[in-house]
């Protein structure tokens, strides 16, 4: 079975293309959407979404949100004393939603359509591909996230539509691409973005501009770091939320048995944003220009992504584009259905003859080469480009290059990604030493062929015609190509990660909440949740279902009812 | 007859001016096929599509097709980019890239932000080619400059190409009251007035007003749609880049409004804003070096100054600091030598020729700047004899001379002989003639040591170490020269056992006819194991990154030549696997 999943920074969520419609899978708890965290206790108990969120706030060492923003990177992090990759994390959320759909529909899902941000890079792109091989998913296709927002968008009535902008601000990323529709043919003529920008950019500046204003004590200080982070990017959150809808609202948290509290107004968040707002321009400007169509020619902006909600970004949107922006797609849901639709596409469902797609390659890749300049000198690291951005997939170019050495037994291709002149300052995404005959400088050429596909990976062919031999190359990053046999080791330390059953899921993940519920709050209302939670565990060790279907009940509408009073 | 040709029979439609019908086409054909499996065929069809798309554009509508047909055949056919797309990628014979994009901006911006650190490459570029570029190019010429300015509309005799669109632009101004000959744009532009051969410096009232007026055009981009503000930032750009120098106060600000940051050293910047970038750059650094605390403050004082530099200037001023600070500027913001006074700058050169004949390559040595270039004219036999003794004497120590280098080595003996210095009046100038034997006979015996075994290769590389320690405790810049030379410049000291060493082992080589000219010269690369790296970090308290870098030539001189010392320095007294395969590489 093939299922379609957005891998967010923020959320995740998971479709399924089924007589003829995409269809979002609800997870455990009846939630569309599931957060994107994961926690993992001591004892190999693991939390996904929502209670790991909850718990969080308890247990800031056990867990990991955001983790898509250091995917194809080293970094890792660590949950209670162990290490985990990002694509570890990815994988555990990829599993949880299959789980998901498996529960659903009766059938184990093996394999997905994945989305990536566009501007994703090729590490990005094949490390977000090695999670789903972790979570026992074969990746058939990665497919840009604003590319499958188009889709839902666009095959809502399956009309022909003149080029319209999706705006996709994501939790951790941004992307924009330009599409249109013609004859059952979606096209993205253009795809620009920025893979550091998202809805978590706006919660540190407000957890940023309202930290001196909350704790002028610094009290903050003491707390440790982790903790610090977890309560500052929650408090962020809530207030950010709140600004949604109110020209005000609370920054606040609790320490041990303090609380702090500030206000902050929609303006002061307005112009403590100012510099990320900024940042939305230029891609937009770039997609516009490299598909040679006006802003004012565009027959739609479509918003997608959750940061889209804010009223920040909505204005500067309407204000760049000089209208108000569509928002008749759900900025959450989106990106799954449309992976989905893609996965019947891939699928070859009837119900998608008529539809097909094509992408871009959003940046420009090719390979680092020396030049002799005017003055006699050699002028090396400067970029030469193969595939230049935003050309169509799949799509293969070769470019020939040669030696400047008299005598040279070999060329080493530097493989870069980015738009920047000297390599520097792009993205290195592999090398490959090919051995050549030796001959006088310039005498020996090498063809370079770049083959990209339509998941935005790419394959590289050298080939030197004195030789006669053609060089394949795996890109070289030790990152990059686990054998098969590594994969299934870490797929086996994965799987000794335990789970709730999915009928206790439920009361899991209301504990957790419970817990976070008692972390928040002081005094009196504080033990009264401590005195709840007693008596839901007590409830839950009589294994008695009635008792604890009336405990939970009982907890659930108290929390809820403190949820609704809450100054948070 | 024109629907058999391209586009029309891979799109299977005949010559139409609808662009529906050609789109209808090319969806029933890409639906036909399978883009995976032929990529090659997708790549045609599109290019099809796309200039059948631009050719129903020309066409008349239907019913008078017949009589313009020709014209379109005429027309459109020997357009070969859209038929043969692939054709184009393929340089055969060119060294790598053609020229870079923008070849009229030769001072291209280098991605580093802000200002340059020591680079290697620059340590040694003749200057006077670069000088004549940049009298021409700094001059605020109006025909040059606005063709600098605005790629999308030259202006062909320096006519100012924005005024018109922009004061129709400016309703807005209207709209608050303010009369559109008022608006901050006209005033503006009319202060930065390209025809008006005024480019003076503004001054401080000017600057001011210049700085409200800016301010105010800013304002009116924040609040408009994104066309305009494109129209606007295409309108600023050329004027600051015509306006410059005088607009030079400006530049900070209106880059950080579009964020012209980000476009500098891209691939496709466009040209006014690279060069803004260039010169913003270059006024930045100027700022920062007239502050008292900057590396190269005391250089950039010293050569500011008017008139010959006197004998005395080493006081005023470090010679590394004055040779970094010209080759700096002359890399990365060659207007800026115009700041400086050219008779101290020549005279500072002029002492110091040997740094001007090296021609240094980041991980290769070339052993060609090494060819001597004395000048023998007037100089007789006897002062020749006189300077290679004395060359063999300092270079392989006493008993060994001449005679017994011509016996060994007759090849090297004819170039230390060849490579003697001589002073005015024919005399010969032993100082000169002994640095510069002892630099070739160092650049050949590291050449050839690294390339040798076991206790030879040793020595080349202990030596290597001495000689790379005692460049560094001289200055950077002589560390600089050192690892990419093989040997250091004259200020540096070396001490007496390492030069006794030297000489003994040079001895050596040379009675086994070893110090030849190299015949292989390439660079190499190895992979450094974690526990070497541990210890150059240990050793030089860079972090991780500034080592990964350094190691890869991409941080300052400073940082590469401490973590070099300290990799060849571990490395040494390491016994692991692909010791020599490093040790080459160092």
């Known amino acids: 079975m093939l299922i379609g999943i957005d891998l967010g920074t923020t959320n995740s969520a998971v479709a399924i293309w089924q007589d003829g419609e995409a269809r979002l899978v609800p997870n455990a708890l009846g939630e569309l959407l599931t957060p994107s965290a994961v926690s993992i206790a001591k004892d190999g108990q693991a939390w996904v979404g929502t209670p790991a969120l909850d718990r969080m706030a308890v247990h800031p060492q056990d867990t990991a949100t955001s983790f898509k923003r250091m995917i194809g990177t080293q970094r890792t992090a660590c949950l209670a004393g162990k290490e985990y990759k990002p694509e570890d994390l990815s994988a555990i959320v990829l599993g949880a939603l299959a789980r998901d759909v498996e529960a659903l529909t009766g059938e184990k899902p093996t394999e997905a359509v994945i989305t990536v941000p566009a501007y994703f890079n090729d590490r990005q792109r094949k ?34 539509r003149e080029p319209f902008l999706v705006f996709d601000l994501g939790g951790g990323t941004f992307d924009v691409s330009v599409v249109e529709m013609f004859d059952g043919i979606v096209e993205v003529r253009a795809s620009a973005g920025d893979n550091r920008l998202g809805g978590d950019d706006f919660d540190e500046v407000l957890a940023a501009f309202a930290k001196p204003r909350v704790d002028p004590e610094g009290l903050l200080a003491s707390v440790p770091d982790e903790r610090r982070e977890a309560l500052l990017k929650r408090a962020a959150e809530t207030c950010r939320r709140a600004l949604s809808s109110a020209s005000e609202a609370k920054f606040a948290l609790t320490i041990g048995e303090t609380r702090l509290s500030a206000i902050v107004t929609e303006a002061e968040f307005e112009t403590a944003c100012e510099p990320l707002i900024r940042r939305l321009r230029d891609p937009v400007v770039r997609a516009l220009r490299d598909c040679a169509i006006e802003a004012a020619e565009l027959s739609d902006v479509v918003l997608v992504g959750g940061a889209t909600r804010m009223p920040v970004v909505r204005k500067a949107i309407t204000r760049l584009f000089g209208r108000f922006p569509n928002s008749s797609v759900h900025p959450d849901h989106a990106v799954a259905l449309g992976a989905s639709i893609q996965a019947g596409l891939v699928g070859r469902d009837a119900a998608l003859e008529e539809i097909r797609i094509t992408d871009v390659c959003p940046f420009t890749l090719g390979i680092e080469v020396a030049e002799n300049d005017r003055y006699g000198g050699l002028q090396r690291g400067l970029f030469s480009p193969i595939i230049e951005r935003n050309t169509p997939v799949p799509v293969s170019r070769v470019s020939s290059y040669s030696t400047m050495g008299d005598g040279q037994k070999q060329i080493e291709f530097g493989i870069y990604q980015g738009e920047a002149r000297e390599v520097s300052g792009n993205v290195k995404l592999g090398q490959i030493a090919v051995p050549v005959p030796p001959r006088p400088a310039g005498e020996v050429s090498a063809e370079v062929r770049f083959s990209y596909d339509s998941s935005g990976l790419l394959e590289v062919d050298v080939f030197v015609p004195l030789s006669g031999k053609n060089h394949n190359l795996i890109i070289v990053d030790e990152e990059d190509r686990p054998g098969t046999r590594d994969i299934e080791k870490r797929r086996a330390a994965l799987a000794k990660l335990k789970f709730h059953p999915r009928e206790e899921a439920g009361n899991a993940a209301l504990m957790a909440r419970a817990e976070r519920a008692y972390e928040d709050h002081i005094g009196e209302m504080r033990q009264m949740i401590g005195h709840w939670i007693t008596q839901f565990a007590g409830a839950l060790d009589t294994q008695d279902p009635r008792r604890i279907a009336d405990a939970r009940d009982f907890l659930a509408g108290h929390l809820g009812e403190i949820d609704t009073s809450s100054p948070l | 007859m024109s629907s058999r040709g391209f586009p029309w029979a891979l799109l299977g439609i005949a010559a139409t001016s609808d662009a529906r019908a050609v789109r209808s086409a090319y969806a029933a054909r890409i639906k036909a096929m399978d883009l995976d499996s032929d990529v090659e065929g997708y790549a045609q069809l599109r290019s099809a599509r796309d200039a059948a798309l631009r050719l129903a554009r020309t066409m008349p509508p239907p019913g008078t097709e017949q009589a313009a047909e020709p014209d379109l055949e005429h027309d459109w056919q020997p357009v070969p980019e859209t038929v043969a797309p692939q054709a184009q990628q393929d340089l055969p014979e060119s060294v790598a890239t053609p020229e870079p994009l923008a070849p009229q901006w030769p001072h291209g911006a280098p991605t580093l932000a802000g200002e340059w650190q020591a680079d290697p490459a620059l340590s040694a570029r003749p200057a006077e080619p670069q000088g004549d570029e940049l009298l021409g190019r700094v001059s605020p010429e ?26 129709d632009g400016f309703e807005n101004a209207a709209a608050v009251g303010q009369k559109s000959e008022q608006s901050p744009f006209t005033l503006l532009a ?27 055009v800013l304002e009116t981009v924040h609040m408009s749609d994104i066309s305009r503000q494109g129209e606007v930032e295409t309108w600023l750009a050329g004027l600051l880049a015509n306006a410059w120098p005088r607009s030079a106060p400006l530049l900070e600000d209106a880059a950080a ?9 891209k691939i496709d910047a466009r040209p006014a804003i690279e060069y803004l970038g260039a010169r913003l750059r270059g ?28 004998p005395l200037r080493h006081l005023r001023a470090n010679g590394a600091d004055v040779r970094g600070l010209l080759a700096g500027i002359r890399k990365h913001f060659p207007e800026l030598e115009e700041r400086l006074d050219a008779q101290r700058i020549t005279s500072w050169e002029s002492g110091n020729s040997w740094v001007t004949g090296t021609i240094v390559l980041a991980g290769l040595i070339i052993l060609g700047f090494l060819v001597s270039l004395g000048d023998s004219r007037g100089s007789g036999p006897d002062a020749r004899a006189q300077a290679l003794a004395a060359t063999v004497a300092d270079v392989f120590g006493l008993p060994h001379d001449a005679e017994w280098l011509r016996q060994h080595q007759p090849e090297l003996a004819a170039k230390l002989a060849d490579s003697a210095q001589f002073t005015p009046d024919g005399k010969a100038d032993l100082t000169a003639s002994m640095k510069r034997g002892l630099d070739i006979v160092r650049g050949r015996a590291y050449l050839v040591g690294r390339h040798l075994d076991g206790e030879d290769f040793e020595t080349t590389m202990r030596l290597r170490l001495a000689l790379l320690k005692a460049a560094q405790a001289d200055s950077i810049l002589a560390c600089h020269i050192m690892m990419t030379s093989a040997s250091p410049p004259p200020t540096t000291l070396v001490p007496l056992e390492v030069r006794g060493t030297e000489r003994a082992f040079y001895a050596s080589l040379a009675s086994r006819g070893l110090l030849k000219v190299p015949d292989k010269l390439e660079g190499s690369s190895a992979s450094v194991p974690g526990v070497l790296v541990a210890e150059v970090i240990a050793a030089t308290k860079l972090s991780k990154q500034e080592v990964g870098l350094a190691m890869q030539g991409k941080s300052s001189d400073a940082h590469r030549c401490a973590a070099t010392v300290a990799l060849l320095e571990a490395t040494l007294d390491w016994k692991g696997e692909g010791r020599q395969a490093i040790l080459q590489t160092l």
């Not at chain 1, 090695?130 to 990665?142: D, I, N």
């Not at chain 2, 004082?301 to 530099?309: D, I, S, V």
């Open chain 1, 127 to 160: 490390a977000t591909r090695r999670a789903g091989e972790l979570a026992g998913l074969s990746v058939r296709r990665l497919i840009n996230e604003p590319t499958a927002a188009a889709l839902a968008f666009g095959l809502k009535d399956k009309g022909d």
């Open chain 2, 142 to 167: 109006p025909a040059a400059s606005s063709q600098t300015a605005n790629r999308e509309a030259p202006a062909p005799g320096g006519a100012y190409p924005f005024a018109v669109p922009l004061l």
């Open chain 2, 190 to 216: 009319t202060m930065l007035d390209v025809d008006a051969p005024d480019l003076s410096p503004m001054d401080d009232d000017e600057e001011a007003r210049a700085r409200t007026l800016l301010a105010e």
């Open chain 2, 257 to 265: 409004a579009f964020e012209w940051e980000r476009e500098w050293g």
């Open chain 2, 283 to 310: 006024y930045r650094f100027e700022r920062k070096v007239q502050q008292k605390d900057h590396r190269y403050h005391k250089a950039w004082a010293e050569l500011a100054r008017p008139g010959k530099a006197g």
